[in-house]
């Protein structure tokens, strides 16, 4: 495939495909100084979300997170985080010890959280609207369902909102980088809410292990891992985690994707059972 014309300001000598997802293209470039850098080129699916995750960069400014180098029209200048992934960590040293690496970058988020907020992040309503949507469909048709019992646990979650701040809003093991800069946080949604809902896809994470996805064990396990160090109690993040499983459920079955909405669901009915 053959890269679009970047801005001449961004000094791109070379560029390769990463990525073709739903929402962009995504480019490893190199610059004129020889530095490595990533486009994010949008797709019409991508723009909102990703404007939302740029503000969110731009207020964490390279603290933890990837320094957003250029914006122009639907495109994103950003910087190379780095090669090695949290699922990597994951995959070499257990999963207790990945988790640890990402409750560490929990703390290091939360410590910003004074800062001035930026405008234009999602609440957590909105984000959840798809979910809400799904809900009503199942009661309109006579039906109680997960959905409807998520429905009804993220309202109450949403009116009983604790230490609300700018959150990275899809934290998972893919989006977390290791490189010259140590840990960064890639591809942030840029939502506004409860902290608690930064580590909701943890739990769903990582998509390809079903056997820890899957396992209330495990799910208990990280409920405490994430108490212990955040202050919280264990059965916040685990009905956080179970909305975001069926939230996810919603989403794959708004793109008609049934079987990844039903691993889903047995992701929230794992999450369900550690409660």
Known sequence: ??????????????????????????????????????????KPAGLENEKTGARFLQWRNGRDAVRLLGWENQAHLLEYAGDRTLLDELNEKGDEAASELAIEMLVRLGDDSALDTPQGLTPLDEHFRSLFTRADHDRQNGRETLFTDAADCARKLIA??????????????E??????????????AGVYGDACYDAANLFYNPLDRDD????????????????????????????????????????????????????????????????
């Open 1 to 42: 495939m053959k890269p679009p014309a970047f801005p001449v300001a961004w000094n791109i000598v070379s560029a390769q495909l990463m990525a073709d997802t739903p929402a962009s293209f995504v480019w490893e470039v190199r610059r004129a100084d020889g530095s490595r850098a990533v486009v994010k080129d949008m």
């Open 160 to 173: 009983n909102q604790r230490d609300l701040r700018p959150l990275h809003g899809d934290f998972h093991h």
């Open 175 to 188: 989006n977390m980088l290791h490189g010259p800069r140590g840990w960064l946080l890639i591809d942030p």
């Open 212 to 275: 820890l996805r899957g396992d209330p064990a495990r799910a208990e396990r990280l409920a405490r891992q994430l108490a212990r160090r955040l202050g919280r109690e264990e059965s916040d993040f685990l009905l956080y985690g179970f909305v975001h499983a069926c939230l996810s459920a919603s989403w794959h079955l708004g793109d008609d994707n049934r079987q990844e909405a039903e691993r889903s669901l047995n992701v929230a009915r794992a999450v369900h059972a550690a409660l």
